[in-house]
């Protein structure tokens, strides 16, 4: 077992443009455990093409100028606020977490399934990985960490699979599952072990589902912690049964969906008794727990 110090250790995988990852997981993660690496994806052109055509077979191109449209909104009116945010949410974390990120070693690389990743992870062999990435993990990749890869997706799975798990749950108004899950990596898609359900208390008028999303991990920071030391340490971490739940992998924002949300969130707003306490129905679940154990509160920026 590969340790630096008396904490197991982990290695990173994320994307360069995102600095809550870059910075601000890192730091959690140094201070955690102890961050052996840092495997920084520069997107390219040739990944994002590759993903609109998959979206595009999947939907057709009707519901994918839905998709566009809601990308160009977003760009010009929700990106300023949430980088702002974002800038919060980095400086709040590295003021909890003081990690040191100075001297962890670090490769940039197309992706994350290179040779160079490959390499950069044999060579330092360590425990745990954890994937903030888009891009589906190969087994020898994900497999060279001693207590496997793990994710922290943005959405409940098994009902929530893909990448915008939050801002379906929360169209589809089902507000118990807008939250994030802890899994562990495996060949299918988002398939693993699950081993944490955590949510977050939520503004859907205020917030856009990109906050929202962020947010349900940050909460849930400590717990997180606790669960991968736990796996990295040997000890029988319990995982949450998920059989015969209802399994779906959904697709990209669209504009008149966020729209429709947005108008639910604001009727709620007006009328709460419609909504039959559904801000008091947000939960953490864990594996050995009930099926309420508590809220999470807000600790992270406002």
Same mark, same amino acid.
């Given at each position: 077992? %590969?340790? +630096?110090?008396?904490?197991?250790?982990?290695?990173? *995988?994320? %994307?360069?443009?995102?600095?809550?990852?870059?910075?601000?997981?890192?730091?959690?993660?140094?201070?955690?455990?102890?961050?052996?690496?840092?495997?920084?994806?520069?997107?390219?052109?040739?990944?994002?093409?590759?993903?609109?055509?998959?979206?595009?077979?999947?939907?057709?191109?009707?519901?994918?100028? #839905?998709?566009?449209?809601?990308?160009?909104?977003?760009?010009?009116?929700?990106?300023?606020?949430?980088?702002?945010?974002?800038?919060?949410?980095? &400086? $709040?974390?590295?003021?909890?977490?003081?990690?040191?990120?100075?001297?962890?070693?670090? +490769?940039?690389?197309?992706?994350?399934?290179?040779?160079?990743?490959?390499?950069?992870?044999?060579?330092?062999?360590?425990?745990? &990985?954890?994937?903030?990435?888009?891009?589906?993990?190969?087994?020898?990749?994900?497999?060279?960490?001693?207590?496997?890869?793990?994710?922290? %997706?943005?959405? *409940?799975?098994?009902?929530?699979?893909?990448? $915008?798990?939050?801002?379906?749950?929360?169209?589809?108004?089902?507000?118990?599952?807008?939250?994030?899950?802890?899994?562990?990596?495996?060949?299918?898609? #988002?398939?693993?072990?699950?081993?944490?359900?955590?949510?977050?208390?939520? #503004?859907?008028?205020?917030?856009? %589902?990109?906050?929202?999303? $962020?947010?349900?991990? *940050? #909460?849930?920071?400590?717990?997180? !912690?606790?669960?991968?030391? !736990?796996?990295?340490?040997?000890?029988?971490?319990?995982?949450?049964?998920?059989?015969?739940? $209802?399994?779906?992998?959904?697709?990209?924002?669209?504009?008149?969906?966020?729209?429709?949300?947005?108008?639910?969130?604001?009727?709620?707003?007006?009328?709460?008794?419609?909504?039959?306490?559904?801000?008091?129905?947000?939960?953490?679940?864990?594996?050995?727990?009930?099926?309420?154990?508590?809220?999470?509160?807000?600790? !992270?920026?406002?």
């Amino acid at each position: 077992m %590969h340790r +630096i110090g008396d904490r197991p250790t982990a290695v990173l *995988i994320c %994307h360069e443009q995102d600095s809550l990852d870059t910075e601000g997981l890192a730091s959690w993660l140094a201070s955690t455990l102890r961050l052996a690496g840092l495997i920084i994806i520069r997107d390219t052109r040739g990944r994002l093409w590759r993903a609109s055509r998959r979206e595009i077979r999947r939907i057709g191109w009707l519901k994918f100028l #839905d998709v566009l449209a809601f990308r160009a909104y977003a760009r010009l009116r929700l990106a300023a606020g949430d980088e702002a945010w974002k800038t919060r949410a980095v &400086a $709040h974390l590295r003021d909890r977490y003081p990690g040191d990120l100075a001297a962890v070693p670090r +490769i940039v690389v197309p992706s994350p399934n290179s040779e160079e990743s490959r390499a950069f992870l044999q060579a330092l062999q360590p425990d745990i &990985a954890i994937a903030r990435c888009k891009v589906i993990l190969k087994r020898e990749i994900f497999e060279i960490p001693r207590a496997g890869t793990f994710v922290m %997706h943005p959405g *409940i799975c098994p009902e929530y699979r893909n990448a $915008h798990g939050c801002f379906w749950a929360l169209v589809n108004r089902d507000l118990e599952r807008v939250g994030m899950t802890l899994l562990k990596v495996d060949a299918g898609i #988002d398939t693993g072990p699950v081993y944490l359900h955590g949510t977050c208390e939520l #503004d859907e008028v205020r917030d856009t %589902h990109t906050v929202i999303q $962020h947010r349900a991990v *940050i #909460d849930n920071l400590d717990e997180i !912690g606790r669960i991968l030391l !736990g796996l990295c340490r040997g000890e029988q971490v319990p995982t949450i049964n998920t059989e015969g739940r $209802h399994s779906a992998m959904w697709g990209q924002p669209r504009l008149t969906e966020y729209f429709r949300w947005k108008w639910a969130a604001g009727s709620a707003s007006r009328n709460p008794a419609s909504v039959q306490g559904a801000s008091s129905a947000q939960r953490t679940r864990g594996a050995g727990s009930a099926e309420y154990v508590g809220r999470v509160p807000r600790s !992270g920026p406002a």
